[in-house]
C-alpha cells in the first residue's frame, strides 16, 4: 500500500500525463474531459466514475473530499484500484 501511495503522490501511475511524460500518450490530456489527466485531477474534478465514487465514499462516511484525505485513506486508494487499475 504504501508503495502505491508514494507513486500516486509522485504522479507515477499509469495515467495519460505521466504516461505523456514518458512518451508513452501523445497529449497527456483525459479522455473524459480533455484536462491534464494527473491523479489529483482523478479523484477531484474528472466525471469519471473514480471521482463519483471517492465523493460518494467521502460523503457517506462524512469526510471531507481533499486530496490528503484521499491519500490517507487505504479504503479510497482501494476504490480507485477497484474501479481502474491505473492508479498503480
Not at 504504501?2 to 504522479?11: C, T
Not at 474534478?45 to 473514480?50: A, E, H, R, S
Not at 484525505?69 to 474501479?83: A, C
Request: charged letters at 25%; a positive charge.
Amino acid at each position: 500500500m504504501e508503495i502505491m501511495v508514494n507513486r500516486l503522490r509522485f504522479g507515477r501511475c499509469r495515467l495519460n500525463a505521466y504516461l505523456h511524460q514518458i512518451g508513452r500518450h501523445e497529449t497527456g490530456l483525459c479522455d473524459s474531459c480533455g484536462l491534464p489527466e494527473t491523479f489529483s485531477h482523478y479523484v477531484m474534478d474528472c466525471t469519471n466514475d473514480v471521482t463519483k465514487e471517492v465523493k460518494a465514499h467521502c460523503q457517506h462516511h462524512r469526510q471531507e473530499h481533499t486530496l490528503a484525505n484521499v491519500l490517507s485513506n487505504g479504503e479510497i486508494l482501494r476504490i480507485t484500484h477497484k474501479v481502474n487499475t491505473r492508479c498503480l
